[in-house]
């Protein structure tokens, strides 16, 4: 059995048949690892986990070239259902729950992405509450209602339900606080120890997401530029001032107005 769960070998994605978002990218999640893809905004990191999961076409886009491997199998004309019940969850960006159902009927609705596989029980609900005991709480209240943080808990439930063996977490901690910042990414680190499921995790908190990931990818205009543990990324000049937020060797802070120079002088494209 391969060490991966995930591979993407040179994958390049275009959308509309004009626009290339992904450049020969290549990647790997080894199994119960989690890794973090991390990169400024329009580098095509949610473009990434859509490619995957197989939901580029209902954006009009496609994998042009370029093979991705899940669990040891290809998944190019693999539809995005059977994904999921081969074991591969996408938690999308804005968590998408269900507004008009309860917390209950949300998990319940997941359920059905099990189909053909054994049936969820109540064990498998009270996991999902064990991890995230507000949603017991709440579990009669409208998915609508609930707070940015609790929708985010039930997303990442709904696809626990699932008995992932690899999670695609995009931005799970836009927009919320950071006490519950740091409550989401903690129950995300039990239910990577406790239940070995791998994720590949997509985070603009690079210093959150550096802190939980086992290794680390840097993506720029649809390309990995650095790779590494996250001692290696922590210490690397460049990464730390501009996706970091630290000082350089030199000790003094970049001003935004130098992203220009930082732009013709990034060591890794060179």
């Known amino acids: 059995?391969?060490?991966?769960?995930?591979?993407?070998?040179?994958?390049?994605?275009?959308?509309?048949?004009?626009?290339?978002?992904?450049?020969?990218?290549?990647?790997?999640?080894?199994?119960?690892?989690?890794?973090?893809?991390?990169?400024?905004?329009?580098?095509?990191?949610?473009?990434?986990?859509?490619?995957?999961?197989?939901?580029?076409?209902?954006?009009?886009?496609?994998?042009?070239?370029?093979?991705?491997?899940?669990?040891?199998?290809?998944?190019?004309?693999?539809?995005?259902?059977?994904?999921?019940?081969a074991g591969l969850c996408h938690v999308m960006e804005g968590r998408r729950v269900f507004e008009d159902l309860s917390v209950e009927e949300n998990l319940v609705a997941a359920t059905y992405a099990r189909t053909g596989r054994e049936q969820a029980t109540r064990k498998d609900f009270n996991?999902?509450?064990?991890?995230?005991?507000?949603?017991?709480?709440?579990?009669?209240?409208?998915?609508?209602?609930l707070s940015g943080g609790e929708q985010q808990m039930l997303a990442i439930g709904r696809a626990l339900l699932a008995r992932p063996k690899l999670m695609l977490l995009d931005e799970p901690s836009l927009g919320l606080s950071p006490v519950l910042v740091e409550d989401i990414f903690s129950i995300i680190a039990r239910i990577n120890r406790e239940q070995g499921v791998a994720m590949?995790?997509?985070?603009?908190?690079?210093?959150?997401?550096?802190?939980?990931?086992?290794?680390?990818?840097?993506?720029?205009?649809?390309?990995?530029v650095i790779d590494g543990s996250p001692e290696k990324l922590l210490g690397d000049d460049d990464v730390r001032e501009f996706y970091l937020g630290m000082a350089g060797a030199g000790g003094e802070m970049k001003s935004y107005r130098e992203v220009k120079h930082y732009k013709r002088r990034k060591r890794w494209l060179s």
């Open 127 to 145: 996991l999902v509450y064990e991890y995230f005991p507000r949603l017991h709480e709440r579990r009669r209240a409208l998915a609508g209602y």
């Open 200 to 224: 590949l995790l997509v985070e603009q908190n690079a210093n959150v997401a550096l802190a939980l990931a086992d290794y680390g990818y840097i993506m720029e205009s649809g390309r990995v």
């Open 1 to 85: 059995m391969s060490e991966s769960i995930l591979g993407i070998s040179n994958i390049e994605v275009v959308y509309g048949h004009t626009v290339q978002v992904l450049r020969g990218l290549s990647l790997e999640v080894p199994r119960g690892g989690i890794v973090a893809l991390l990169g400024s905004n329009g580098a095509g990191k949610s473009t990434t986990l859509k490619a995957v999961s197989n939901l580029l076409s209902l954006e009009n886009g496609e994998l042009s070239a370029g093979r991705i491997e899940f669990d040891g199998k290809p998944t190019a004309g693999t539809a995005p259902h059977q994904l999921v019940r």
